[in-house]
């Protein structure tokens, strides 16, 4: 049924582009792409015609649950088979698509007609080959008559049917005959052959594929038959091989096809040997990927078989293919030859032989023949040419001492010697010895090249006088002439050794200065002599060319003399040859633009070619409009497999299994098994799969921006690059649509296997198909409440961390290190990688703890990190064989160097002819590139067969070009390795970072050191600081080597000290590679990309201060320092800063990335200020100056990097140096000032535990300042806020001081200012405005300002002026709320925050207050000069004298009020009579004041209701008149009592007792001393005096008093404690006296307490991967408030060195014993092993021994045992 499926899907689309390229002509516009997308998608469901294919009526849910059913059953079969099912249903578009892509188009009737050819001629080759038992010759035999009677009878009524008389003919005959007929047919269409050209035709060989003409004829081949006797059946194997070398002619992918059989073709036969050579021919990958038994094989028939010209063609192809030389191939060859010795390399190097060479070049026959001795040996001498091509040192030294010097020049100079000898020897001595990678002194200091360049000008003068009669010429030798002489000729002198040598220069300008000028001579005019003959193809004369640039340019280098005429001609050649180039390329040019224009003469191959071209843009649109909607197929698959229960109903038992991990735990196990029954591609399924469970939020709108910049990174021409910033523009709108698509698809998948659920519900966190970033619900957990359902299948509630756990405990890891150990494919190790890259990602702890609880319990460890280390010596091996470098772009620019400075003036007047300059190389590029256009062009209209073949595979020459330094699976698979080896280090964890260093098993691979040798392999591994590492490292690798120094980082931060010392004293040259990264510039790699080589010096940056991070030794540092010169480390630090400020400059600033210049240089500053503690001369260069150039550099950097001193966990103290992160410079003055001076002191003394807990509110402020910045009009409010507060204060003493000298305001507006006195307030405006212009001075404005005021005074009004200066402090107070709150940020701390904050209210009260007084009452704004408290502290002070010990104040208060009451009481008891106290009455009028009177005051409106409380108590209803109340004052006393009542007592002892001087007795009635109550009266004062006024009141002064004078007490202590104690240490001034370090430099430099922050900070704002030992160390005690890591009494300068050299001597001993300890555990372990061994050996002797006779004594004591 699922069959079905796929095909009636295949068979819609045909008829969709069927319906398409018959609707759409060849000559149409643009296709609907949009409407073939409905269409197509049409095909799954989405219209009327296709509804959705349904299996159970419940949408497809019952299916699933059936398929997760089958896959937690213990059957493995029936398991593979569901997986299988289940991965297919959720793959249809991704199926459909790809089979899709293998439609072959029948456009043309002859394609027609080829196919029904080709289908009836394999039926029948299939049938043949299937019956080929019966009539298969196989010699006499009894059967064999009888068979064939039944043959003929068959063939007879074959004939009788046709009804044509034939001559009778035998079945075995018959099918000779139709075999050999099918076989031609079908070799004439893979190939097309004229009188000079064989062409491929890719079209036909593509269609003989995709019928599979390959197999039947495989097939055929392994038939067997009599090889001795049946010759009609070798004509048809003859043939059969033949089709074959046809079908993979040119063609990539049928040569991958026919790989496959390569077993088939191992043969010592010579037609297997011609069809090897077709499948590997031209084919890079095959070659590389070659076996060694391939290699030995074809050796091993040549020892065998005999010496067979084609067993060598073989291994000539497989050492170059593509024009690119492969080295491991080189040096597997050169070693079996070596080994296979004379029967293989046969070199007639001896007399006798030598004459023996001589007769066979003499002889006609040998010439001719094939296999003739003669061509074997120019073949085998052709074959170690080419494997020494590409500068390989390995081969060139073998075949130094196979083919010496000597022996070439006596062959080539003999006068017998054939050109094709002579091409095969000179070739080999190009390479060999001249183009050679090491230097070949022999070359250069003996006479044996001359002797060659004798001799080539008398080759060069037969090949010039051979002109006239050009078909008696010999192509041969002009071959020789023009290719291999021109060739050897030009490497030879533009060697780079012989400019790298001086003695060799010296040396060789003498040899041709003295002796063989001559030669020399004629050489240059006999190479333009053979320029000038008519018979030269293009590429013939361009090496001519470059062969007479080179001669001349020597000739002139070493001041040769030259004859006059001939250095003439050589001029006037080199200009005519350039104007030629410039004619030539804008003929070109002219071509490439005017081809696209030019109507094509064949017709139908126009048609033919737009017809693929449709059916190509189809097929490429319908991938990309379907790529998000596989995408979201994949992602529901994923979250089947990852939440399977969601499918089962509640309450059921595949549910409750599932949940309990059932389903992945089996998922899990059975890919172990899958893997053992050979399933890998299922396998890899499974694997790509729960890789993906733990991806993170990446949807399909990401990966196409990823796929668009890949294509993008390819260079386009000028043309192209307006379309392509089009397509940018486009590309955004293009993302949306396809993230709406792929929702959509998703969405509807959901619903219809898990019902209707949100689109929240699905998980957000792993596959979603957003592109924008994390929603809520993939970081936070869900609420409680909502539908089941979509609570649990959220899968964005799990972070990554709990899916990873999750999948770890159902044995995720477990598989991995199986897969790891047992895996025989690369793509399934490669996989497993990837799972176990994703299962550790973000350093999950609780996954590095299962990886080596596995390892080290069962015993694993040493067959897992076996395989690791075996890949990697692999990989190492596989860059020494096929890494090349070009030293001659080394040499020619040291050539360029050496010219310019040497050659005079006058001689540099000739260089623009020569040299080509940046416009000039432009200029050919785009020339070449046109070429290419118009030759592709011609090509496409003159045979488009061969055009459209290319999209089968077959690369382009740029894609070629672009895969030079593309790197082997070998290598690139190191990749992930050294990523994984990463990951199982991250966060530090110890155990696994000695663990890659030593398992403690028999036999110990140390990766380490083997990460370390892979680095100084893949970096060129001879190089060090030599300067070569631009030539090793490219794009293609230098990702590759980023790892591996991250991975290297890794392995020793923490620190673990074993690592660091594994790597600084390990025997390679890593140290010195890595040293060499950061001085060194890496070019070319740095013209094109400098942020890939930023990106390299900033981890090897990294990985230097990992090798020395926290050591209290000097030994690795000075390991670093040896090959290191410190004004080659600075100069890179200001190289890298000037570069960073020329990126800011234009606009590019790239300071918030990791690998920003300035970032990276900052980087290798600390790395330079952490050796200059070994190094004193580094120590002062980093000290700026500030007169040498570069030094704001150093101050840059200075000013942006920090120490601090920590304490471990075993109380040694650390320093550490780090960069102050950018969000620390948001910091303002204020809130430095404000800690600096409020931080408290805990009961140790110290503020640290203060100070630490207000960095967070400190770190929130950086954030909020560095917000700020953003809002420039909000920003520069903020960072004035003292001023507008200065101002606000300032208008409020100048409104109360108006107010208080001319309140009322009435006088002062009917006064006129006077001529003199208005002229002058004028003058003195205008002076003080022209001072403030011309000096912006603070007093200057103060007078403007106080000018300008007077002048509004006596200009408008006093009123009017100070509502202007009330509304102007409004505004300026408004700015100054909008400051603060700016400065704070008080909004973003929510509504309580801003409550609760005191100092927002009181500016929001004071804001109110100034309103009040602008619209209420003048009066007002005297409130506004309590803001003088606010901003003094001493005023503050006052107060707080009274508030702080504000309680015991009060509770006095309290007592003397009791007192009062008490007295009070007795008062009213005893001396009521005496409380008789003098009053003045107010006379009538003040008592009822006239209300309409205009003058009535604000005191009068308030106190008017109150005037009769004033009286003595009675009634106020009845108004007294006046006149009465007048004569009764006069005549009655003024006096009243005040003690009637009780509560009047109270009143009367409160207010005039405690007011009086002695007390109440001062205001009562003076007794007499007869009164009987004279004695109690008196002790009643003196009581009261005593009591309250003396002791209660200045109890209550005394407090104030005390609490001021400690308030400044502590003021001054608290300013003593700032001035001689550190903030952090807590260590006194006096206890750096007479030491190295002050007291000022300490609290500067060492313990800053503003460096404590900014590390406080840098742990915050950086990602915990990214931790340094030190800073992991801080990040946990942080995260538990522990403050331990800070020093408290110490310092590390106050540690005398001999107490240091003390704690270090007696730590290294203590790590000796340590190692020796261990050492003596391994050696007893392993004497007890040996022990056991020898036991068991005696024990089995002697049972030896009583089995049988004793053995017989040796007599020869040498002999062994």
């Not at 034939?166 to 893979?190: A, D, F, P």
Request: proline share 3%; glycine share 4%; net charge negative.
């Amino acid at each position: 049924m699922t069959e079905g499926v796929p095909k009636l899907q295949k068979s819609c689309h045909l008829s969709l582009i069927q319906s398409y390229l018959s609707t759409y002509s060849c000559f149409s516009g643009a296709l609907d792409f949009e409407h073939i997308e409905e269409q197509a998608e049409g095909i799954f469901g989405g219209s009327e015609e296709n509804t959705p294919l349904d299996l159970d009526d419940h949408g497809g849910r019952t299916f699933l649950r059936v398929l997760l059913h089958l896959t937690m059953h213990d059957y493995p079969p029936l398991v593979s088979g569901a997986l299988q099912l289940l991965f297919r249903h959720f793959s249809q578009r991704q199926e459909v698509l790809q089979a899709f892509k293998q439609v072959q188009l029948l456009v043309t009737s002859q394609d027609v007609d080829n196919y029904k050819q080709i289908k009836q001629d394999l039926d029948q080759l299939r049938s043949i080959v299937e019956k080929s038992e019966l009539w298969v010759y196989k010699g006499q035999s009894p059967d064999e008559t009888m068979d064939g009677a039944q043959g003929e009878n068959e063939h007879k009524k074959k004939e009788e049917g046709h009804g044509k008389p034939q001559k009778y003919e035998s079945t075995s005959s018959y099918n000779y005959r139709v075999m050999k007929e099918i076989l031609l047919r079908l070799s004439k269409l893979c190939v097309q052959e004229s009188i000079s050209v064989r062409k491929n035709r890719k079209q036909q060989q593509r269609l003989l594929r995709n019928m599979g003409a390959h197999t039947v004829v495989l097939e055929l081949l392994q038939i067997p038959y009599e090889k001795a006797e049946d010759t009609r059946m070798q004509e048809i194997m003859k043939l059969a091989h033949e089709f074959l070398q046809n079908f993979c002619a040119g063609n990539q992918q049928n040569q991958a096809l026919l790989h496959k059989h390569i077993n088939l073709f191992l043969n010592p036969g010579i037609l297997e040997a011609v069809t090897m050579q077709h499948i590997f021919m031209n084919n890079f990958q095959l070659c590389s990927e070659i076996n060694e038994r391939v290699v030995q094989h074809f050796v091993h028939c040549i020892e065998t078989h005999g010496r067979n010209v084609q067993y060598i063609k073989f291994l000539q192809t497989i050492v170059k293919a593509e024009g690119k030389f492969i080295k491991k191939c080189q040096d597997m060859v050169m070693a079996e030859l070596v080994n296979a010795g004379e029967d293989v390399l046969v070199f007639y190097n001896d007399r006798a032989s030598f004459q023996t060479l001589v007769q066979m070049m003499r002889s006609e026959r040998d010439r001719m023949d094939e296999n003739s001795p003669l061509m074997y040996h120019i073949h085998l001498v052709e074959l170690l040419a080419v494997c020494t091509e590409g500068k390989n040192v390995y081969t060139e030294i073998k075949c130094n001492s196979l083919l010496p010097l000597d022996d070439i020049v006596r062959v080539v100079t003999h006068e017998d010697c054939i050109p094709e000898v002579k091409i095969a020897y000179i070739n080999f001595l190009n390479h060999c010895y001249v183009d050679t990678e090491v230097e070949m002194k022999e070359i250069y200091t003996s006479n044996h090249m001359w002797k060659l360049f004798e001799n080539f000008l008398v080759d060069i003068c037969r090949a010039c006088n051979n002109t006239s009669d050009r078909k008696h010429a010999d192509s041969i030798l002009e071959k020789y002439v023009t290719e291999i002489v021109m060739s050897i000729v030009t490497t030879f002198f533009s060697s780079p050794f012989s400019d790298q040598s001086t003695t060799l220069q010296t040396l060789i300008l003498i040899i041709i200065k003295e002796t063989r000028q001559p030669v020399f001579v004629q050489l240059l005019q006999g190479v333009f002599r053979v320029y000038h003959c008519n018979w030269l193809m293009p590429s013939q004369k361009a090496s001519v060319e470059s062969c007479i640039r080179v001669l001349s340019d020597v000739a002139k280098s070493r001041a040769i003399a030259i004859p006059v005429d001939l250095d003439s001609q050589v001029n006037n050649l080199f200009l005519k040859s350039h104007n030629i180039v410039q004619k030539t390329a804008m003929n070109w040019r002219m071509t490439a633009r005017n081809a696209a224009r030019r109507d094509s003469v064949l017709a139908a191959s126009r048609d033919y070619r737009n017809i693929i071209e449709r059916l190509q843009d189809i097929v490429s649109a319908l991938e990309d409009r379907l790529r998000p909607l596989v995408q979201a197929e994949l992602s529901v698959l994923v979250d089947v497999l990852h939440r399977p229960e969601l499918l089962f109903p509640e309450n059921t038992d595949a549910r409750r299994k599932c949940e309990s991990g059932g389903f992945i735990c089996k998922l899990i196990k059975h890919t172990k098994q899958l893997l053992e029954e050979n399933e890998e591609k299922l396998c890899i399924k499974v694997l790509q799969t729960l890789r993906e469970m733990m991806t993170k939020d990446r949807g399909y709108g990401e990966k196409l921006i990823t796929i668009e910049l890949d294509n993008a990174e390819l260079p386009q021409p000028p043309e192209l690059e307006s379309s392509v910033e089009e397509l940018d523009q486009s590309l955004p709108q293009r993302q949306l649509e396809d993230h709406k698509r792929g929702e959509a698809l998703r969405q509807l998948l959901v619903n219809r296997y898990y019902g209707n659920v949100r689109p929240a519900g699905r998980r957000e966190s792993l596959t979603s198909f957003g592109n924008g970033p994390l929603s809520a619900g993939g970081t936070s957990k869900a609420g409680g409440g909502g539908s089941s359902v979509s609570s649990s299948m959220n899968r964005g509630e799990m972070s990554l961390a709990d899916v990873q756990c999750h999948l770890d405990k159902e044995g995720a890891s477990n598989l991995v290190i199986d897969l790891i150990m047992n895996a025989t494919s690369d793509r399934v190790f490669h996989e497993s990688i990837l799972l176990a890259i994703a299962l550790l990602e973000g350093g999950n702890t609780t996954i590095q703890h299962s990886f080596f609880c596995r390892l080290t319990e069962d015993k694993k460890s040493e067959k897992f990190f076996k395989v690791f280390y075996d890949r990697m010596k692999v990989a190492q091996q596989e860059i020494k064989a096929t890494v090349t470098v070009n030293t001659s772009d080394l040499g020619n620019k040291k050539k360029d160097e050496d010219t310019d400075r040497d050659v005079p003036v006058r001689k540099r007047v000739r260089e623009p002819m020569t040299q080509i300059t940046e416009e000039v190389r432009d200029q050919l590029l785009e020339a070449s590139t046109a070429t290419r256009k118009a030759y592709n062009t011609y090509r496409r209209e003159a045979d488009p067969d061969d055009h459209f073949s290319t999209g089968d595979g077959a690369q382009s020459a740029a894609d070629k070009n672009r895969d030079e330094l593309e790197m082997s699976a070998v290598i690139t698979i190191m990749q992930p390795i050294l990523r994984f080896l990463q990951l199982l280090c991250e966060n530090h964890n110890r155990d696994l970072q000695n663990f890659l260093r030593c398992q403690n098993n028999k036999t110990n691979y140390n990766l380490v050191c083997e990460t370390l040798q892979f680095l100084d392999c893949i970096c060129g591994s001879t190089t060090g600081g030599l300067g070569l590492l631009g030539l090793y490292i490219n794009e293609k690798n230098v990702a590759l080597i980023n790892q591996t120094l991250e991975s290297l980082t890794e392995y020793c931060q923490g620190p673990c000290h074993e690592n660091q010392n594994c790597i600084a004293t390990h025997e390679s040259n890593g140290i010195d590679i890595i040293t060499a990264l950061i001085l060194n510039d890496i070019n070319p790699l740095g013209k094109k990309r400098m942020d890939l080589v930023l990106e390299l010096k900033n981890n090897a940056s990294k990985l230097l201060l990992a090798i020395m991070e926290s050591r209290h030794d000097s030994e690795n540092a000075e390991r670093i320092l040896y090959n290191m010169r410190p004004k080659e480390l600075v100069e890179v630090i200001k190289k890298a800063y000037m570069q960073g400020e020329v990126e800011f400059e234009d606009g590019e600033n790239g300071e918030d990335l990791a690998a920003s210049p300035r970032n990276v240089g900052h980087n290798i500053y600390i790395l330079a200020h952490q050796l200059a503690r070994h190094n004193k001369e580094l120590q002062n260069m980093l000290k700026p100056g500030g007169q040498v150039e570069g030094d704001e550099a150093l101050e840059f950097y200075a000013k942006h990097t920090a120490q601090i001193e920590i304490v471990r966990l075993d109380r040694t103290m650390e320093q550490i140096v780090f960069p102050v992160p950018s969000i620390c410079e948001f910091l303002t003055k204020e809130s430095k000032l404000r800690i600096y001076y409020t931080t408290e002191r805990d009961e140790q003394g110290s503020k640290i535990n203060d100070f630490f807990m207000k960095s967070e509110d400190l770190f929130n402020e950086m954030n909020w300042q560095k917000k700020l910045r953003a809002q420039p009009v909000l920003y520069w409010c903020a960072r004035n806020m003292s001023f507008w507060s200065s101002i606000s204060f300032n208008l409020a003493v100048l409104m109360n001081l108006l107010v208080a000298f001319f309140y009322p305001f009435e006088g002062v507006r009917e006064d006129t200012l006077e001529t003199h006195l208005s002229v002058l307030l004028w003058t003195a405006m205008l002076i003080s405005l022209a001072i403030v212009i011309a000096l912006p001075k603070p007093h200057g404005i103060r007078a403007l300002i106080a000018s300008t005021i007077l002048r509004l005074i006596f200009s408008v009004g006093l009123q009017p002026t100070l509502f202007l200066l009330g509304a102007f402090n409004v505004c300026n107070k408004t700015i100054f709320v909008m400051s603060f709150v700016g400065n704070c940020g008080t909004f973003t701390r929510g509504y309580k925050a801003m409550i609760l904050d005191v100092e927002f209210l009181y500016h929001l009260l004071y804001l109110l207050i100034c309103a009040m007084g602008l619209f209420v009452h003048e009066f007002f704004y005297s409130l506004l000069l309590f803001d003088l408290v606010y901003r003094e502290e001493t005023l503050l002070n006052v107060i707080k004298s009274v508030t702080r010990n504000g309680r015991s104040i009060i509770l006095t208060a309290v007592l003397a009020l009791i007192l009062v009451y008490l007295f009070s009481i007795v008062g009213y008891l005893f001396f009521k009579d005496d409380f008789i106290l003098e009053v003045d009455k107010l006379p009538n009028e003040t008592l009822l004041p006239d209300r309409t009177d205009s003058g009535e005051t604000m005191t009068g409106e308030f106190l008017y209701s109150d005037v009769c409380k004033a009286g003595s108590g009675e009634n106020c209803s009845s108004v007294i008149p006046s006149k009465e109340l007048i004569s009764e004052e006069n005549e009655e006393e003024n006096k009243e009592h005040t003690c009637e009542t009780l509560l009047m007592c109270i009143v009367t002892v409160l207010s005039h007792g405690l007011r009086s001087g002695g007390g109440v007795g001062d205001v009562l009635r003076k007794p007499s001393k007869e009164e009987p109550l004279f004695a109690a009266r008196v002790i009643y004062d003196l009581l009261f005096f005593f009591m309250v006024i003396i002791i209660v009141l200045n109890l209550i002064f005394g407090v104030i008093i005390d609490t001021f004078a400690d308030l400044r007490s502590e003021k001054q202590k608290k300013e003593e404690i700032l001035k001689t104690t550190c903030f952090i240490c807590g260590l006194e001034r006096d206890k750096f006296d007479n030491k190295t370090v002050t007291f000022e430099e300490h609290i500067k430099e060492e313990h800053n307490m503003w460096h404590y922050l900014c590390f406080i900070v840098l742990v915050k704002v950086k990602d915990s991967t990214e931790y340094t030992g030190p800073e992991s160390y801080v990040a946990e005690m942080i995260k538990e408030r522990n403050l331990d890591w800070f020093p408290r009494m110490r310092a590390m300068s106050l540690v005398s060195s001999d107490s240091e050299g003390e704690q270090n001597e007696l730590r290294n001993l203590q790590e000796k014993l340590e190692s020796t300890m261990k050492l003596v555990t391994n050696l007893s372990g392993q004497l007890s092993e040996l022990k056991d061994q020898m036991t068991e050996q005696r024990k089995q002797k002697q049972r030896i021994g009583l089995l049988g006779h004793p053995p017989p004594m040796n007599v020869n004591p040498q002999q062994p045992a």
